[in-house]
């Protein structure tokens, strides 16, 4: 199954009886779209579904699609019957390989045994770029073998599992908006970040050149060019009432998108959240820290059209105090 295009349809490409398929090169759009059941229960726009042995889905694009559960963009499903069982059983899942896939702003993104009983054997899910600003970006309810993904939440969205670094790395992929959707800009940290060897992609796939890089497609975009006047932001935060509140102005005015992140005393990462500048160019972000952690937080403030990102260092003694 390869290089179709599905805009807001209310289903899912399932791989639910036989083995061995190869899905790559198609691009899902949901365009936010929603629709009923036979039922009068609410569906969305659903990705891939898959069930069986040794199936192949990469080097695919998910948008804006708005289906969870059965019908979020990437399900490696569990099963209710192992390797024989009638016509209508959901086969389990043996060596699925879900890889060099890209997810932007779904409702849910890559769900990995949340249905039945048999978990998914020997499977692995590696070198995914994963971005939205609402749901789940990934949820596992039965193991798999992850290995360095991309996940980058923003707004209301969470990870939704607990990985290591090595198997979910939280970063920022930079993509760059093109006609048909995201693709990597030139200081992209998926380029050349793939691990593992996946020599199957770029055989089976004659639109895709390497393998090298995380994420769909492997063309790298020049992001737009710098405005010609240095754009730079301030940056303040203060700690009150059990909540730290981080706030400043963008030269350049409103409707500038501005990104905040918070590394805790521990080096962890303890908030991230873009929004647009307001008027004058000011924003304010707010979140509820842990009054039991004290020390160093360290605040970063940026964005796409700031070329002067502002950093600041925040020792919280006590808390609510700063």
Do not use: C
């Not at 398929?21 to 629709?35: A, D, H, I, L, W």
């Not at 016509?87 to 390989?97: D, E, G, K, S, T």
């Amino acid at each position: 199954m390869r290089y179709n295009i599905f805009r807001a349809s209310l289903g899912t490409l399932s791989l639910r009886h036989g083995d061995r398929s190869s899905v790559y090169g198609n691009r899902f759009y949901g365009e936010g779209k929603t629709g009923t059941d036979a039922e009068g229960k609410t569906i969305g726009t659903g990705g891939i579904r898959i069930y069986g042995q040794d199936h192949k889905v990469f080097n695919n694009y998910f948008e804006g699609l708005t289906g969870t559960g059965f019908d979020a963009a990437i399900v490696i499903d569990g099963g209710d019957v192992d390797q024989s069982g009638a016509l209508n059983a959901h086969w389990r899942v043996y060596r699925a390989q879900v890889v060099l896939n890209t997810l932007v702003n779904n409702e849910a993104g890559i769900e990995i045994g949340r249905n039945y009983s048999l978990a998914p054997v020997d499977s692995i899910v590696a070198n995914n770029i994963v971005v939205s600003d609402k749901g789940s970006l990934f949820q596992e309810w039965k193991a798999s073998n992850t290995k360095w993904n991309i996940a980058f939440p923003t707004g209301s969205a969470v990870i939704g599992v607990n990985r290591s670094s090595g198997e979910i790395k939280l970063t920022d992929p930079l993509l760059v908006m093109e006609q048909g959707g995201y693709k990597l800009g030139s200081g992209s940290p998926a380029i050349n970040a793939a691990v593992g060897h996946y020599e199957f992609v770029v055989e089976e796939d004659e639109m895709r050149q390497t393998a090298n890089h995380a994420g769909a497609h492997d063309e790298v975009k020049d992001p737009p060019a710098p405005p010609d006047r240095d754009e730079g932001i301030t940056l303040q935060a203060v700690v009150m009432n059990g909540e730290l509140a981080i706030e400043g102005t963008v030269s350049s005015g409103a409707d500038q998108q501005v990104t905040v992140l918070v590394i805790n005393p521990l080096g962890q990462i303890d908030f991230i959240d873009q929004a647009l500048s307001g008027q004058d160019g000011h924003y304010r972000f707010t979140y509820s820290y842990d009054t039991k952690l004290t020390g160093e937080y360290r605040i970063r403030a940026g964005g796409t059209s700031i070329t002067k990102p502002a950093e600041v260092l925040l020792t919280v003694r006590r808390a609510g105090r700063d």
